[in-house]
């Protein structure tokens, strides 16, 4: 029988009613909150909390990442989350609900810190995020950057960039404090979103291979060091179809593919994960964020020599254009003209954009192609030279 | 002195502002409503309807298409209009304005036909779409078909499916009459939009050759059978990338690609056009429809094996949704499992699939591939499997 050991059960609409019994019926057996205290490969038995022993043919550690703490103090203060998991959000949510909230502090700003700003926004708190970079985004060029800081400070978030948290302390006007490099700010809540961990000591015990990345080392086939036990997800390497590297790239759609990879394997139909090219957007207030590939900071530890072409274009033709903006940087290698990655931020438009240049990415096409790529033209959605068309011809000037 | 010879000079904002006198002033000699009586080849020389002679080294020809008229009597009539170029739409424009219209019948219920039919119901008219085909894009799939039609009808415009017009005759209550094989109706303005068809009396004049479409045929370069002189646009040919054959696909963004490599070419700065895939869109109403690569019928006669799968989808993740419908079908080669064509019809979320599967159909992707592309996921825009894989993948088993 096969097992499932884990935290939650995905909360996916069609998922939430099937309970560890339903799982049962159809042969599975799922254990939550349990953990695994230690695996012999040798026997094929992992050996859980409980002191019972499970035997394995094929193992597969999907340990996943945990959000990473700044080693400051008071992080074990009522009111400062984390947010990582469907528990971490029901506790969140519980907790705003319970409690008259007026201030939020964000620690990090990354994906997490931006969706709560706007989270937290929609609640009316007032909200400040802190980050220890010089802005969002901060390798995606200038102009897109201000762009995105525009959008954040029209929502009356503040992002108070190169700043460093110091403590979280019980506040006197406020359930907290929290003390930075550039002042204290008072909270009801505040949230650690800095980024995640791969959870890899499980399989670092049973000596497993690690990349040099420092997560699970895997083949095509999500295949560890040791030909019976695979890994899938956030605790694992990815291959990186741009740069060649097997990379890390902790994203849930990623998760998703490794996942259905070593199961096809394991049932019997061998198949490959055939990579990623580094695709991920993100909705911020009102705007649509979306890069793939690699930024030039990464082009370059790539040994590319990258040239970039930033335009201001729209979404729709200029005929039909309330002048919403659509920022797109392009990247392309100077020696190949071989697109190296994009990032695309507008009102509308850009994860189609990003989408699209995601197959160009996959497919290594050149400059010279994209700039005649055959798009769904019409009025309505675009130009006939759509902006991908018109960086592509650019950028390609400049090799 | 390049000279241009034609009928407008486009609408686009930034060029709107320009007149001959400032062409000329860039040293281009426009010659607006100017035709062309004949070329002499050998010569190299083209005579104008003024008697003037015209001296070429190199000559482009880009006579484009003209709209297609039914053979039925009344066209002369006022109020009957075709919609092809900016002085038809000049005079439509002034024609309502002038008039109090209250409706419309539409002859042809294609892409123009169903723009029209909203810009028309924006103004209040009551609208009748009259097509001898069963339905719009009668080869998309019965789903999409339906869809369409029910936006249609939404907005109180009658789709009369294989519907013959047989005359236009002054009317009694309203201006128009308009006989067909299902009735007469009643109109104040009449469009005819069923098609164009290739202008090419000129280039045949001089022997060019034709190709198997009926359209002038030309190389990657934009030449014609003859060294110096090129075509380019609605009048000439365009190599299908999927079918791998040449056909004839009247688009303005293709025509503006292939004016570009003539340039180019002209200029002396090689390139190619690498052609097309089929991609189209439109806006109708609240959706978009977007089409790219071959359908069923097209995949047949291409000689290819198709087997298609359709899907209900959504365009934002399912935990987001507010159940719009976003409609995909998928059509691959049976014994190869390369990509074929796509159809995708919804609320939002079409154009974004149908342009990244055109960049799959350019690259011949396969069904494998395109099952775990690498989408700029975030659950704002799509869910961690989106359509796109979730089509593939189940498309994949019926190979």
Known sequence: MPYYIGDVIKSRRRLIARTPEEFRKSGIDVMLRTSVEGIDPAKGIVTLSTGRDLPYDVLVIATGADPVSPKI?????????????LTDGLKLKSYLE?????????????????EMAEAFRN???????LDILPAPG?????????????EIRKHQVEFLSGTVALSIEPGSECLLSVKTSRGEFDADIVLIAIGVKRNISLAESIGLNMGETGAIQVNFSQRTSLENIYA?????????????RWTYLP???????????????IGGYPGIFPGVVGSRSVKLFGLEIAVTGLNEAEAVKSGFTPVSFFMWGVPVSHSLSKDEKLGLNMIADKSTGRLLGA???????AVNRINSLAFALWNDMDLEEI???DLAYSPAFGGGWDPIHIAAQNLAKKL
């Not at 609640?123 to 995020?129: A, E, G, N, S, W």
């Open 343 to 349: 990032q695309c931020v507008g009102v509308e438009g």
């Open 138 to 150: 901060a390798n995606w060029g200038r102009e897109l950057v201000q762009y995105v800081l525009e």
């Open 123 to 129: 609640l009316q708190l007032d909200v400040k995020i």
């Open 232 to 244: 899938v997800g956030d605790c694992c390497e990815v291959f990186h179809r741009v740069s060649r």
């Open 371 to 373: 700039g005649y790529m």
């Open 251 to 265: 994203l849930g759609d990623v998760a998703n593919k490794q996942g259905r990879t070593a199961g096809k394997n």
């Open 73 to 85: 103090p008071g992080l074990d203060l009522e009111g400062v989350f984390h947010l990582h998991n």
């Open 98 to 114: 319970k409690n008259k909230c007026r201030k939020a502090v964000i620690i990090g700003g990354g994906v997490i810190g931006m």
